[in-house]
């Protein structure tokens, strides 16, 4: 295996595959960092010109497409408080104040180096444990999958702790709108009052770019702010992340890299939900929780390390099983399919220098991430010297375009100027658009499982058997106990002082 | 902060640019080809494609694309317009102006369901029919280890404990939906039918033992050979993947069950257009390069003239419809 490495890395060094390594990256960075253009979207877009390639140096660009594509999302996230993708929602809970308060040098950094960091220790897990991770992704099925997905709402709890009641309202109405469209299990078309083009549902990611970035254009021209946020180059940021995410953040790190690297694993759960799983875990571990979201370097690092880390994750059942881990990597699988290159644990042996160059060149991929993406911070930071009024133009263009993308839909284009409203007005209501988001996210997944769920139950003779008694599942649900007690465990325990942070924190 | 601004409306250009080409080079422009003295096609042709970019149905057509462009001066121009199982891409098709420069690939039983299922904005009417290009059976496969050797022994346990198999299919009112009623209406057997959202997820249930059996496609399963055991293929003959799995047929069922891929125009596109685009189809469906690709990209060929495929997705309209009656699926 070793000497496979080697020959890997050998091969993933050679200059055409070091440069289509940057250049991928480059394109990737851009794509996530312009709200609306996802990495899916950027993937798939390149695929064709992969056809005219070999088959190893195709996959070396696009993942590195993938890597920077993810990485990238957190910039528009930091800057504008809109995320570039879906997978940095989490990011813009503590990078926007960041902006906010001038370190937004800090932020990026923060962010660049632990995608990278994520990206490795994802990629390690796809290198050396690939095999016995694809098997766990079995055992995850339809029971497993609701609990998740349970436990993922349940960080509505902690995440709105200054108000509960108005985070839950948000939830229950984001996993509403993810009702609409065909029922998953009888495929029956619900809540379209007669207009077709609603039973493909409501699309995710319009609904996003709707409820984060067309709300924060309406709320930028509503503040008559010149610029966003004040900002002064500040030299030396980089090297002051570096040692303080090496003093305080080792831990952070490791977990939400880990927690990104086994979520990524599972079919249908990706960088979203990984990263807001370990900005919630991080949050919870921490000392101090209520500093998460005033802007801290550990909230920018565990969303960021961890949405990287689905990246080797998501690419383990797909080599392994044939089965992809994300919608990014369903691409990467088709692009291999056209070579005729059959994923399969065989690969790793039949096809073996192709899988270990591929796989070794995602963590050169990942060390070229720090060097080109810290050349384009110098750049993307700017995008706070610009009127706001431009920065708004640019977003609205971006947005459309992102939501067209999708599926090449004006329908989507709509949906998505239809939540921009929700998300502006809401706000002012106290709606909480990171709770609805999370429940149009996991809604379709939840309804999906819980449905498989019952009919297996039918089958098996017994709801408690299926819903109670798959370990994965118990410790999903002692998760998820836990996440909604805890914070009502601190507020008890430090009073009201704690309870009057937070509540200076939100308004 | 003038300065700042110039860099900024340059950035953005340049960054709208690289959308802008990265947006036109997923449409796989390339003017290569000689031949064609014909005065169509003057201008590139849409293709249609209902599901995802790299997708099956996707990765069929980009193989066609390479032999089309050596018959024809013009390229095509893939659009994706995915959502609903294929509906939105399938009646963007039918809505198209009948010029012969909108064309697109569909599947069936797809889009004889759809429009009997779910109201979907098209009807099998207004087509005008191309070719079929693949027909990848529907199979029948266990795990590896699974008690189940054989078809027969999968029904036998299924009369023995009504209700008690857990049966995974693709999607509601798909052909895997059918082909299970079909089973059930032909063997009188009662399963638990347990819908997955694709096939990803579905293979996953399978090898994870949260289903006993499932009912896959050929080119699904080839990717899991290894895990898997194919009992039966739903198919008049055996398939050429799977040399070794006997038919429904050879095991005593008369069960025939496939997803065919095909192409259309929109209803009202001029014969002589049509003509021309079933020559050509038929050319590259016979190059025997083709069907060395579609091979390798485990992509199951078997051509069928534009006359034929109207032919038989008008039975099949007729048998789904009295299927789906019997089962109580149907709205009156």
């Known amino acids: 295996m070793w000497e496979q490495i080697g020959a890997g890395l050998i091969n993933a060094l050679q200059p055409f595959n070091l440069f289509l390594a940057i250049a991928g990256l480059t394109g990737g960075i851009l794509i996530g960092a312009l709200p609306g253009l996802t990495a899916t979207m950027g993937v798939a877009l390149m695929v064709p010109l992969t056809f005219a390639m070999n088959p190893t140096s195709g996959l070396i660009m696009l993942g590195a497409i993938y890597s920077g594509a993810i990485y990238g999302g957190s910039n528009a996230a930091i800057l504008i408080n809109t995320p570039g993708t879906p997978s940095s929602v989490a990011t813009t809970f503590d990078g926007w104040p960041m902006c906010r308060a001038g370190k937004a040098d800090e932020a990026l950094n923060a962010s660049l180096l632990s995608s990278a960091f994520g990206g490795i220790v994802g990629t390690l897990f796809l290198l050396f444990l690939a095999a016995p991770l694809a098997r766990l992704a079995l055992k995850f099925g339809a029971p497993e999958f609701f609990w998740l997905c349970i436990f993922g709402l349940s960080t509505i709890a902690a995440m709105s702790a200054g108000n509960v009641f108005k985070g839950l309202v948000s939830g229950a109405l984001g996993l509403l709108v993810s009702t609409i469209g065909l029922d998953p299990i009888e495929g029956v078309p619900r809540f379209t009052f007669g207009y077709y083009p609603l039973v493909q549902g409501i699309e995710v990611i319009p609904a996003m770019i709707g409820l984060f970035s067309f709300s924060q254009v309406i709320n930028l021209v509503g503040s008559r702010q010149k610029y966003i946020a004040d900002y002064k180059p500040n030299p030396g940021a980089f090297m002051r992340v570096v040692r303080k995410l090496w003093k305080d953040c080792k831990m952070i790190l490791t977990r939400s890299s880990v927690i990104g690297a086994i979520v990524g694993i599972l079919p249908g759960a990706g960088g979203e939900i990984a990263s807001i799983i370990a900005y919630n875990e991080s949050k919870r571990w921490d000392r101090n929780p209520s500093r998460y979201g005033t802007g801290i370097v550990e909230g920018v690092a565990a969303s960021e390390s961890a949405n990287n880390a689905t990246i080797g994750g998501s690419l383990i059942p797909m080599l392994c099983l044939g089965i992809p881990g994300s919608a990014v990597a369903a691409v990467m699988m088709g692009a291999l399919l056209v070579h005729g290159i059959t994923p399969g644990f065989k690969i790793f042996t039949a096809s073996g220098n192709l899988a270990y160059t591929f796989i070794v060149s995602l963590l050169v991929v990942n060390v070229l991430m720090v060097l080109v993406g810290s050349l384009l911070i110098k750049g993307t930071a700017r995008v706070l010297n610009v009127p706001t009024s431009y920065v708004g133009v640019a977003i609205v263009a971006l947005s459309i375009i992102g939501s067209y993308a999708i599926r090449n839909s004006m329908v989507d284009v709509m949906i998505m100027i239809f939540f921009g409203l929700v998300g502006h007005f809401g706000s002012r209501i106290g709606l909480d658009t990171g709770a609805m988001a999370l429940g149009i996210i996991l809604g379709p997944i939840v309804e999906e499982n819980l449905g498989k769920s019952i009919a297996l139950a039918g089958a098996d003779g017994s709801v408690f058997k299926v819903f109670f008694t798959h370990p994965i599942s118990l410790i999903l649900i002692v998760l998820t106990v836990l996440s909604v007690i805890t914070p009502w465990l601190l507020s008890r325990r430090r009073g009201c002082s704690t309870k009057e942070a937070v509540d200076g924190v939100q308004s | ?332």
């Open chain 2, 1 to 332: 902060m003038v300065k700042g601004n110039r860099k900024f409306v340059a950035l953005l250009l340049v960054g709208i640019m690289a959308a802008l080409v990265l947006l036109s080079a997923g449409c796989g422009q390339k003017q290569a080809g000689s031949s064609g003295e014909q005065n169509y096609p003057t201008k590139p042709v849409n293709m249609i494609i209902a599901f995802t970019a790299g997708g099956s149905s996707d990765v069929q057509a980009r193989i066609m694309q390479k032999y089309w462009d050596k018959l024809v001066k013009q390229p095509w121009v893939f659009q994706y317009k995915t959502g609903a199982g294929g509906a939105i891409g399938f009646a963007e098709i039918a809505k198209s102006a009948p010029d012969g420069y909108t064309i697109g690939g569909v599947n069936v039983p797809h889009i004889v369901l759809q429009p009997l299922g779910q109201g979907a904005q098209y009807t099998i009417d207004d087509f005008e029919y191309i070719c079929q290009v693949v027909n990848d059976p529907q199979v029948l496969a266990v795990r590896k280890d699974s008690k189940f050797k054989s078809v027969k022994e999968v029904l036998d346990f299924a009369k023995k404990n009504p209700e008690k198999l857990k049966v995974g299919i693709v999607g509601t009112f798909t052909g895997h939906h059918l082909m299970l009623l079909d089973l059930q209406d032909k063997t009188g057997i009662k399963v638990t039918q347990v819908v997955y959202k694709g096939a990803a997820d579905q293979n996953a249930a399978l090898l994870g033992g949260e289903i006993d059996v499932m009912i896959g496609n050929v080119n699904d399963v080839m990717r899991s050979l290894e895990q898997m055991r194919v009992l039966a293929v739903a198919s008049e003959e055996r398939s050429k993947f799977l040399p070794d799995v006997p038919t429904f047929k050879e095991e005593g069922l008369d069960i025939v069950s496939d997803i065919r891929r095909g192409f259309v125009a929109p209803k009202g596109t001029d014969p002589k257009v049509v003509q021309f685009l079933r020559d050509t189809f038929k050319k590259i469906a016979e190059d025997p390069e083709y069907l060395k690709d579609m091979e390798k990209a485990g992509q199951p060929a078997e051509y069928m003239s534009g006359e034929d495929f109207e032919k038989y997705v008008r039975e099949q309209n007729e048998k789904s419809k009295e299927l789906l009656t019997k089962f109580g699926l149907l709205k009156a």
